[in-house]
């Protein structure tokens, strides 16, 4: 027969597998949120930050003499052990999605470092006369101030995973545009023949686009160093000394390697979650770019004979079960996908954010859950765009110059030379009749041979050094 132990709490006891390193707070949460299928153990990242914080908190009630050194060196121990990774599933079983403003995350937690506190000291699981998840793991301490930092803390400590993917796009999208420099091609707009430009041109414009939301992410991601911890239940420090949030704030800087700071205004702070918004936002931009990039590279993919077929995307899979022979650009495919939950998550940021109430936003569960699934989706996506399609990209430069020199582009060179109503006549005429335009205009327009040749022989754009670049 097992050995178990009862826990008690306001509504009643349940009972517990005796070596539980959960507790009762956590089994009415896995009661109550059978929801998503998404647990916080599906976040090690997240859990970790909340180990860092319970470990500076720790560190701030023993150096303020308000925690037993025995208890304080116990409590720290566990921390570490979450730090590292040595515990998780099944220890952490609650869903993400949940009510209460994040109490069940923190209670299990805070659970799950007493009774890991308490086997460190040679005590059974559930002694919390000698180390108590409320007294003495969460003292000092709020669910609406603990939750909040832990979502900031971990947003930074995951932006240099995202920035890096971010980073090695853009240079991937670099290399193919010094690779495809010389490449002549038609230039689109609205999908109709433009101007000519060169494919590098069109490579190193994508890389332009997304290089600038690296620093444009990281800058809204700074506002995350404010953090409310210290201010406790609603932003006045309720249980916690004058001076708190500064020592605590401080060793929590020294433990995670991350400066944070406490907030001006922390009962502004509890309530508000506009930094949210704004980092939710700089997702939304970058995954808005990657899906028009990824559009393009499938238009210029498409084919391979009866489509564009200006690029050539590595082979990867069977593209149909039914079509031999068949290729699909299913990584492009992947990052539009991927871009539309990102954008989905940011409404759902959105909305949440706007639901808080007075001194407290208690919908920042499901704001945690997006931002760190949409950071998480980005990241690998992004590497997976370049290592699986960007880095393997081939031109077909032969397509590319038979569609340039089939199209009626070079008819807004003539601009300057016959106007732009005639060259607009030859251009019909060239369409009207099928045939090349630069036989409209040897025909029509009375040009010198000498202009004609400068004009169609891309004098234009190959000698302008300034539009490779």
């Known amino acids: 027969m097992a050995i178990t132990r009862i826990e008690t709490d306001l509504l009643g006891s349940r009972e517990l597998p005796a070596d539980a390193l959960i507790g009762i707070h956590t089994l009415r949460a896995v009661d109550n949120f059978d929801i998503s299928g998404i647990k916080l153990q599906n976040f090690p990242e997240f859990l970790q930050s909340f180990a860092m914080i319970k470990k500076a908190a720790t560190a701030a009630n023993l150096e303020l003499g308000l925690l037993d050194p025995v208890i304080a060196r116990a409590i720290d121990r566990a921390c570490d052990r979450l730090i590292a990774g040595e515990i998780l599933a099944p220890h952490f079983p609650i869903d993400m999605m949940q009510g209460g403003a994040g109490t069940s995350t923190n209670m299990n937690v805070n659970e799950v470092i007493a009774n890991l506190a308490l086997q460190g000291i040679g005590r059974s699981a559930g002694s919390y006369d000698t180390v108590n998840p409320n007294d003495h793991v969460n003292l000092c301490q709020s669910t609406n101030d603990v939750y909040p930092t832990a979502i900031r803390l971990t947003i930074l400590r995951e932006s240099e995973t995202l920035c890096s993917a971010l980073s090695a796009l853009v240079a991937a999208f670099r290399r193919k545009g010094e690779a495809f ?57 309720v249980n916690a000394p004058v001076g708190f949030s500064a020592v605590v704030c401080a060793h929590l800087s020294t433990i995670s390697g991350i400066a944070v700071r406490p907030a001006r205004n922390l009962v502004e702070a509890t309530s508000d979650t506009g930094a949210f918004v704004s980092v939710s936002g700089m997702l939304k931009r970058m995954s808005v770019k990657l899906s028009k990039i990824c559009n393009d590279l499938r238009l210029l993919s498409s084919g391979p004979r009866a489509g564009f077929g200006e690029i050539r995307l590595p082979v990867m899979q069977a593209g149909s079960s ?29 909305l949440a954010a706007s639901a808080g109430q007075l001194q407290l936003n208690a919908m920042e569960p499901v704001i945690v859950l997006n931002i760190l699934q949409s950071m998480r989706l980005l990241a690998r996506g992004m590497d997976t765009l370049r290592t ?6 081939e031109a077909d430069p032969q397509r ?13 060179a003539l601009n300057p030379f016959v106007g732009y109503a005639r060259a607009a006549a030859l251009a019909r005429t060239a369409l009207a009749e099928g045939i090349p335009l630069r036989e409209a205009v040897e025909r029509d327009s009375g040009l010198p041979t000498a202009q004609i040749e400068m004009i169609f022989g891309m004098k234009t754009i190959e000698t302008n050094e300034s539009a490779r670049h």
């Open 322 to 350: 039914i079509m031999p022979g068949k290729v699909n650009p299913v990584i492009p495919e992947l990052l539009n996908q991927i871009s539309f939950q990102v954008i989905g998550n940011d409404l759902t940021v959105t």
């Open 388 to 393: 699986r399609c960007i880095d393997g990209i």
């Open 181 to 237: 420099a010389d490449i002549v091609k038609v230039g689109r707009t609205q999908l109709q023949d433009a101007v000519p430009m060169f494919l590098g041109q069109e490579f190193e414009a994508f890389a332009e686009t997304l290089e600038e939301d690296i620093e444009q992410f990281l800058s809204a991601a700074e506002l995350m160093r404010e953090v409310n911890l210290g201010g406790t239940a609603i932003g006045t420090g």
């Open 400 to 412: 590319c110059r038979a569609l340039h020199d089939g199209a009626l582009i070079l008819a807004a």
